[in-house]
């Protein structure tokens, strides 16, 4: 049977092997139907509606905006319109009462700046005059307003009497707003004592330092530090979400998902290992939905953590904005080997999902690595650069070496580089300059190189590659044919070892023919290590080709008895290819040819 | 039918339009995405969520030549992955939508195992998605093209090594003893 026959075959069997469906239920059918059909007559009406609100809303705005600026005319005088700078006092009934507030005071200012630069505490995360673990973070929210500076620096402090045991700043801006300041106990500096009482004041500073103005506030309570509490203290946020963008895999595009990093700070202490978790949750009246990913941390700390997750599309608006009711999370869960079970160490108290309790441990995630893409540019001295992006999501280790070669000829390395990259998953671009020093006819020549790509992970080598095409190789002339390429692959076989050989040809048949076919044979003879002699057939087949240019590809096989056999083989292999065309009047005739013996 | 393109186009306004598109297609839909994932309750939900989101992306929906079904195909391809990844949530995601034991799973429930479907399963997902889809879906190179976002020269490529591989993984399967071993598993 010929190759082509035994496709044709091939096809038809799968053609059969078609596995039988069910039809759909009427009844769900229509109902589907039903419920299409009333969404987009609500569609409809949701579009009436809008239309509608938009002219009222003009019609408010014709109206509002003279009646407004009445208003202001009749508050002339007043410094302010009530309502735009919150009182501290009334900003969160529920958040805690200062026990002692020494008032805004206001240093090296005159007369009437004074007091104009504002700040209050909103509320902190935990509740003043709790006592808290020796890890434990302090995160206060600080509302502000800024009147004699675009700019000022927000600095935190924890005191204990006079002495200053830890502090943070934030560069806040904008003429009123709120900043969130975190005080990791981690990083304080070591009291005496088991107990200590802490203090938190407030500064806002002028950052060019061209007026000396510093107000500060001293909220009294504070908390104590319980130092001898247990140092298994972790904590977890997310300090960034990435704008969402449209996910590729393979280089396809997926329009319906996006991809969106969340970048995740951790402290894990008294624990060797956790397990960082971190997605999405959304919920409606309909029900809920979400997704994570999990990445193993170990103890320390990380601040750039980062992990990628996929969500639908159907979560974010027009504008790229997640929709109402969508959140993301992050949790650190620690497997507690006497309760044989998931525990969650961070927040301390949160649900566990199902997905999440039926993880199998010891917990082991396969590490990720491949190559996407690989795409010839030029940099800007016009030489070639073969940019290869690559994606990885690494879960075994907390880091790992990447490197990649690109690789021509004889194991000829054009290119390499190679970096470490930190545990999580995500993808990255490496642009590889090619040898300046070859002669890019040598490309042009042969123009199939292999872009080889390991990610090194403790003992672990994960490997993958991709053939790429030089694409300034020259086109092949008309009515020619020739050889632009090969893989070899070579396995081990219970007898010895196989290669399996793919030829990359290039043709380009006229139009002085309606159509054509290439022919392709190879045999091989050489010594094998064991001093017999070896030879015979490597392989042969046809393929029908149209007018034009266009790359074939020829695969064959041969086995023998060892490595150094198979390269003798393949160095002796003589590989033959024709070229026939068929003119109009119905002759074939041979059009061109190219002989090569060995492989390189 | 009327032209397609022309019934897309009124499909965005008219409910009729639409429902016209629905009845030509629910069925094949259906019966990838049976296919697909082998349980029929998946099926369904999968269904409707793909009309959902095609009447909600009709807007942004361009014609190109292909017919509207490579669209819907393309829909229900990513509702099927979306289906995995919040089922496997802690398994990697990138290109492994239909991992080798839910394959086996699914052939597992075909009443028809023939060597051909074990060697489907075995083979890489980019290859037996490329087969399914046009050997299963009888979709055409640019139907295809559109369903996986590449062009059709890359959907004739692709269809050959992975017929290439297919017939590789067959004559490796004639060689094996114990075929059916994987079904035990």
Not at chain 1, 35 to 56: G, H, I, P, V
Not at chain 1, 411 to 428: K, Q, R, T, W, Y
Not at chain 1, 513 to 527: H, L, V
């Amino acid at each position: 049977m010929s190759i082509q026959d035994e496709y044709k075959d091939l096809e038809s069997r799968l053609r059969q092997s078609k596995p039988q469906t069910e039809p759909l239920p009427p009844a769900f059918k229509r109902q589907v139907r039903h419920e299409l059909m009333e969404q987009m007559t609500m569609n409809d009406y949701r579009f009436s509606f809008r239309k509608l609100s938009m002219a009222l809303g003009g019609l408010i705005l014709l109206i509002g905006i003279p009646v407004f600026f009445w208003l202001a005319q009749m508050s002339i005088g007043s410094a302010n319109f009530p309502g735009t700078e919150p009182d501290p006092s009334q900003l969160d009934p529920s958040r805690p009462t200062p026990t002692r507030v020494m008032g805004i005071v206001s240093e090296g200012v005159e007369g009437s700046e004074q007091n104009l630069d504002r700040f209050w505490l909103i509320s902190t995360d935990i509740s003043q005059g709790e006592t808290i673990g020796r890890y434990g973070t302090i995160n206060v929210t600080v509302g502000y307003k800024l009147v004699t500076v675009q700019e000022a620096e927000l600095i935190v402090k924890l005191v204990e009497g006079p002495q200053e045991l830890l502090s943070a700043n934030k560069m806040v801006s904008g003429a009123i707003g709120t900043a969130v300041v975190s005080l990791p106990l981690a990083d304080l500096e070591e009291p005496e004592g088991n107990l200590v009482t802490l203090e938190l004041n407030l500064m806002v500073e002028n950052p060019d330092h061209s007026t000396t103005k510093r107000v500060y506030q001293d909220f009294g309570a504070g908390w104590t530090v319980d130092l001898t509490a247990e140092p298994a203290m972790t904590t977890a946020e997310i300090v960034r979400i990435s704008k969402p963008s449209l996910v590729e895999i393979d280089g396809v595009v997926d329009e319906f998902v996006y991809d969106i990093e969340l970048t995740i700070a951790y402290t894990l202490s008294g624990y060797d290992q956790a397990l960082l978790v971190a997605g999405y949750e959304y919920s409606d009246a309909n029900g809920s939905a979400g997704g994570y990913e999990v990445i193993v941390v170990s103890a320390g700390s990380g601040d750039n953590v980062p992990i990628r997750l996929r969500v639908d599309r159907s979560f974010f608006n027009e504008r790229g904005e997640t929709i109402e009711g969508v959140n993301f999370f992050v949790r650190l869960n620690h497997y507690d080997e006497t309760a044989a079970e998931w525990v969650n160490l961070y927040p301390g108290d949160a649900d566990l999902t199902d997905g999440e309790r039926s993880i199998p441990y010891p917990y082991h995630l396969q590490d990720v690595f491949y190559v996407e893409s690989a795409a010839w540019g030029e940099d800007a001295a016009g030489q070639p650069i073969l940019n290869v992006r690559m994606s990885y999501n690494l879960t075994s280790q907390p880091t790992a070496e990447i490197e990649v070669k690109v690789i021509w000829v004889e194991d000829l390395v054009l290119a390499s580089d190679s970096l470490g990259v930190e545990a999580g998953n995500g993808s990255l671009t490496i642009p590889l300059a090619i040898d300046p020093t070859l002669d890019p006819l040598f490309l042009a020549d042969i123009p199939l190189v292999m872009v080889s790509a390991v990610m090194t992970v403790g003992e672990v080598v994960i490997e993958d590659g991709q053939s790429v095409v030089y694409q300034g190789a020259s086109e092949t002339a008309e009515n020619e044919i020739q050889i632009i390429g090969y893989e070899v692959v070579t396995r081990t076989t219970e007898s010895g070892v196989a290669a399996d050989i793919t030829l990359f040809v290039g043709y380009n048949l006229s139009s002085d023919y309606s159509s054509g076919r290439i022919t392709f044979s190879s045999q091989y003879s050489a010594a094998t290590q064991g001093g017999g002699g070896g030879s015979g057939g490597g392989g042969g087949s046809e393929k029908a080709v149209s007018p034009g240019s266009g790359t074939a590809e020829f695969d064959f096989s041969f086995e023998t008895t060892s490595w150094a056999a198979a390269r003798q083989w393949l160095d002796s292999m003589s590989t033959s290819l024709l070229l026939f065309g068929d003119t109009t009047s119905g002759e074939e005739v041979l059009v061109a040819e190219v002989t090569k013996i060995g492989i390189d | 039918m009327e032209n397609e393109a022309q019934l897309v186009q009124r499909a965005r306004h008219d409910p009729q339009a639409f429902a016209a598109l629905y009845d030509h297609y629910v069925e094949r839909i259906y019966a990838y995405v049976q296919r697909e994932t082998g349980d029929r309750a998946v099926a369904q939900d999968i269904v409707s969520a793909t009309f959902e989101k095609a009447l909600k992306n009709l807007p942004r929906y361009e014609w190109r030549g292909v017919s509207f079904g490579a669209w819907l195909y393309k829909i229900a391809r990513s509702e099927i992955a979306l289906h995995y990844r919040r089922q496997k949530r802690f398994l990697p995601l990138v290109g492994r939508f239909l991992s080798p034991q839910r394959v086996e799973a699914t052939v597992q429930q075909w009443e028809q195992v023939d060597e051909v479907q074990i060697a489907l399963s075995r083979l890489p997902e980019r290859d037996r998605e490329v087969l399914r889809l046009s050997f299963f879906e009888e979709l055409s190179h640019e139907e295809i093209g559109e369903v996986l976002n590449c062009s059709s020269r890359n959907v004739a490529v692709r269809l050959h090594r992975a017929l290439k591989r297919l017939r590789k993984q067959l004559a490796k399967q004639a060689q094996e003893v114990v075929v059916y071993d994987v079904y035990s598993r």
